[in-house]
Each structure stands twice: as C-alpha cells, then as structure tokens.
C-alpha cells in the first residue's frame, strides 16, 4: 500500500486520547475504528478506505402507487480523492512513496 499512514495514525492519536479518559482498567479493553470502513479493489489488492458517508431516504411506492409505511433509508460512501490530514493523493497508488 503506498498511501499515507495518517489514517493510522490519527486513530492511534484519538484511542490514546480516549483511553487517558478512562480508568486505566476500562482502558485496556478500548477498542476504535475508522466508522466508514470499504473495501476497495484497485488493480489487483484489497485496501481498506475511509468513506464520506451520504444518507438519503426517501418515500418508497408500493407496486399499488401507494407510498410505503416506513421511509426508506440508505447510505453511500464517497471515496476522498486527497487524504485530508496531509493533501497526498490517494487514487495514485503507483508507490511514489
Ligand atoms: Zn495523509
């Protein structure tokens, strides 16, 4: 993989900020993630990236005409082009770093 580290070490730096506000017992046990976790193929790898995620709901018709009970709800992930902590590109994946 050759983008930046940030998104690893922003989640490092956030864990450790939220394990020093906890008791050190309860501390131990935390865990964290990135929410907007995808998987993404590119050429010929899995790489785990980080979404923009977009909800959107809207009023779903019964084959009927009538509008269903509950709205329908749904989420896309938009993939961010630059990181955003140091501005590198993330679609060239050609290993210039
Ligand atoms: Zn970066």
Redesign the pocket.
């Known amino acids: 993989m050759s983008e930046?580290k940030?998104f690893n070490v922003m989640l490092e730096k956030v864990s450790e900020n939220l394990r020093g506000q906890l008791p050190a017992k309860e501390a131990e046990s935390l865990k964290a993630r990135w929410g907007n976790e995808a998987l993404v193929m590119e050429e010929n790898s899995m790489t785990l990236k980080i979404g923009i995620p977009v909800a959107y709901e809207y009023q779903k018709l019964k084959k009927s005409g009538e509008p269903q009970k509950n709205r329908t709800k749904k989420e896309v992930k938009l993939m961010m082009s630059y990181?955003p902590?140091?501005?590198?590109s993330l679609k060239n994946s050609g290993g210039t770093r």
């Open positions: 930046c940030c990181c902590f140091c501005g590198i």
